[in-house]
């Protein structure tokens, strides 16, 4: 008996061990916040909603530079508040991709929390909702801003 104890401490502990190596999926991808406005992803939390077909992501951004347009940026962040429309309209985009880089599904910001200030430091949450079924599937997703912001008229400062 006591074999059989030890014999499942291990395989429990061999069975943690496989699960930590794996990749969370799918892979988050947010890297035109920071070329645009450097905007990083801080934390990020999913849950079911009450209808489990969708999956609510709330994802906390930090500010880790100033923002010189901060009226831009703001615009970027528009939320749909639910109203969905013609979903190429929208400033930023997530697409959702499987194994094959195939895009699978595209999703807006349904609400921001706190302040969009542009400073240094501080942070903001957005809001998704993305279909519990596509996010299964997807192996990366990845935000896309349709209108990076132009570089100042006298070209890149050194």
Same mark, same amino acid.
């Given at each position: 008996m006591k074999t059989l104890a030890w014999m499942a401490v291990a395989f429990g502990f061999v069975a943690v061990a496989f699960a930590d190596d794996k990749e969370e999926k799918p892979k988050w991808v947010? @890297?035109?916040? @920071?070329?645009?406005?450097? /905007?990083?992803? *801080?934390?990020?939390?999913? *849950? @079911?909603? /009450?209808? +489990?077909?969708?999956?609510e992501v709330k994802m906390t951004l930090e500010f880790t530079k100033d923002v010189p347009d901060v009226a831009e940026m703001r615009k970027a962040f528009v939320a749909t508040g639910g109203i969905r429309g013609n979903l190429d309209d929208y400033p930023i985009i997530f697409y959702a991709f $499987?194994?094959?880089?195939?895009?699978?599904? *595209?999703?807006?910001?349904?609400? =921001?929390?706190? @302040?969009? +200030?542009?400073?240094k430091? $501080?942070?903001?949450?957005?809001?998704?909702? /993305?279909d519990?079924? =596509?996010?299964?599937?997807a192996m990366k997703i990845e935000a896309r801003v349709a209108k990076p912001p132009k570089p100042p008229k006298d070209g890149p400062r050194r």
């Open positions: 947010v @890297d035109q916040f @920071d070329k645009a406005w450097g /905007i990083k992803l *801080k934390s990020m939390a999913m *849950k @079911d909603g /009450i209808n +489990t077909s969708w999956t $499987d194994e094959d880089s195939v895009s699978i599904g *595209k999703y807006v910001i349904m609400t =921001t929390e706190g @302040d969009l +200030t542009g400073v430091g $501080d942070a903001f949450r957005i809001s998704l909702q /993305i519990s079924g =596509t996010l299964k599937k």
